[in-house]
T-cell receptor, first 114, second 114 residues
Framework: AQKITQTQPGMFVQEKEAVTLDCTYD???????LFWYKQPSSGEMIFLIY??????QNATEGRYSLNFQKARKSANLVISASQLGDSAMYFCAMRDYTGNQFYFGTGTSLTVIP | EAQVTQNPRYLITVTGKKLTVTCSQNMNHEYMSWYRQDPGLGLRQIYY???????DKGDVPEGYKVSRKEKRNFPLILESPSPNQTSLYFC?????????????FGPGTRLTVL
């Protein structure tokens, strides 16, 4: 069963605008972790932001914020003030309650237009 | 520098010829894991290890073996590679297997099986 769903295969955003990348997850466990990774064309996986299932506040890291809606099981990534260097593939991921299993979505390709 | 290293970075081989992809981390991490990335499928977990001599299957373990004899090393073994194992492989590690810890990824190994 699909644990992580990213419904936007590709997105475009104008430079300096904000963009939201969608992610929904599926679990019945109370304890889990949600992550976003960036994969530029060079191929490496870059950790962006993390949200724990018990966290009351949405996580923020610089221009990245995670819009965590637990009841809806969504963990959308918001990138503010997009830059050309933000063009990349973005993956949402979930670590299960045991911490051993890690599930990734299929990714969203973001293109920032000058 | 704290890092996860993989070797080789690129490999072209033929069906049935045994190969090993090495993975090493210098952060004294307990948890290590292997993933394969295929277009449209995101990353899928192959095997993981919670500590030395403790390994378990992920979502797609068929055709792969692993071992964890030392804390820093977690090699991925393909005993008899087939063309459907052509993929981009990532090794990752984290301090523990807790839900609230991020993974650090290696640079990836692009494998082609002819």
């Amino acid at each position: 069963a699909q644990k992580i769903t990213q419904t936007q295969p590709g997105m475009f955003v104008q430079e300096k605008e904000a963009v939201t990348l969608d992610c929904t997850y599926d679990t019945s466990d109370p304890s889990y972790g949600l992550f976003w990774y960036k994969q530029p064309s060079s191929g490496e996986m870059i950790f962006l932001i993390y949200q724990g299932s018990y966290d009351q506040q949405n996580a923020t890291e610089g221009r990245y914020s995670l819009n965590f809606q637990k009841a809806r099981k969504s963990a959308n990534l918001v990138i503010s003030a997009s830059q050309l260097g933000d063009s990349a593939m973005y993956f949402c991921a979930m670590r299960d309650y045991t911490g051993n299993q890690f599930y990734f979505g299929t990714g969203t390709s973001l293109t920032v237009i000058p | 520098e704290a890092q996860v290293t993989q070797n080789p970075r690129y490999l072209i081989t033929v069906t049935g010829k045994k190969l090993t992809v090495t993975c090493s981390q210098n952060m004294n991490h307990e948890y290590m894991s292997w993933y394969r990335q295929d277009p449209g499928l995101g990353l899928r977990q192959i095997y993981y290890s919670m500590n030395v001599e403790v390994t378990d299957k992920g979502d797609v373990p068929e055709g792969y073996k692993v071992s964890r004899k030392e804390k820093r090393n977690f090699p991925l073994i393909l005993e008899s590679p087939s063309p459907n194992q052509t993929s981009l492989y990532f090794c990752a590690s984290s301090l523990t297997s807790g839900s609230f810890t991020e993974q650090f990824f290696g640079p990836g190994t692009r494998l082609t099986v002819l």
